[in-house]
């Protein structure tokens, strides 16, 4: 179900081109789900970077994503983020939001991307969501970036930083999580 954002692109659109400052952040208001309202946040991604990390680059719902790099002056911080991993993006304040749908190169770019492709859409930044998780996700325990890209892992402790609590069953896989992304 596409939600209007009221400034005329749904939150499930991704583009080839800007359609709305990146950093830009919407609230979805509490629907009849149950699960409350929820935050997303605009931003870009470059091929060339999360193919470096993913082979082919292709985003999942439930990936997980951070900053690229620490604070450079003039660049956004919002510009070609980069699946969420350890390092360089430990600290769970650095995670941006997680995709809610499928990014797909080739769907934009049916000749393929080229290295300076980028496309543009929101994560879910806080509120109910689906993670992808591997196999120390663990219930009721926040969640941080794992070694592996796009991917969560428990933080090893309910006392610990972490952007997410996991709501679901153990294990890995998509999940069910409350996000609190901090990035």
Not at 40 to 52: F, P
Not at 67 to 78: D, E, I, N, P
Request: charged share 10%; hydrophobic share 40%; aromatic share 6%.
């Amino acid at each position: 179900m596409a939600i209007d954002t009221g400034i005329g692109i749904s939150l499930s659109l991704v583009t080839t081109t800007q359609q709305a400052p990146l950093g830009l952040t919407v609230i979805s208001p509490a629907g009849t789900d149950g699960q409350g309202e929820r935050t997303y946040i605009y931003v870009s991604v470059d091929y060339s970077d999360l193919n470096g990390q993913i082979a082919g680059g292709d985003v999942l719902v439930g990936h997980v994503f951070g900053a690229a790099t620490s604070a450079v002056a003039g660049v956004s911080v919002y510009s070609d983020v980069l699946f969420a991993d350890v390092p360089p993006n430990a600290d769970p304040g650095t995670v941006i939001g997680v995709s809610q749908q499928l990014w797909t190169w080739l769907t934009h770019y049916p000749l393929g991307p080229g290295v300076n492709d980028k496309l543009y859409g929101f994560l879910l930044k806080t509120g109910e969501g689906s993670v992808i998780c591997d196999g120390t996700a663990v219930t009721n325990i926040g969640l941080i970036a794992s070694a592996a890209a796009g991917i969560a892992a428990t933080s090893g402790g309910v006392t610990l930083g972490g952007f997410g609590s996991l709501r679901d069953t153990s294990g890995a896989g998509a999940k069910s999580v409350r996000l609190d992304c901090k990035g």
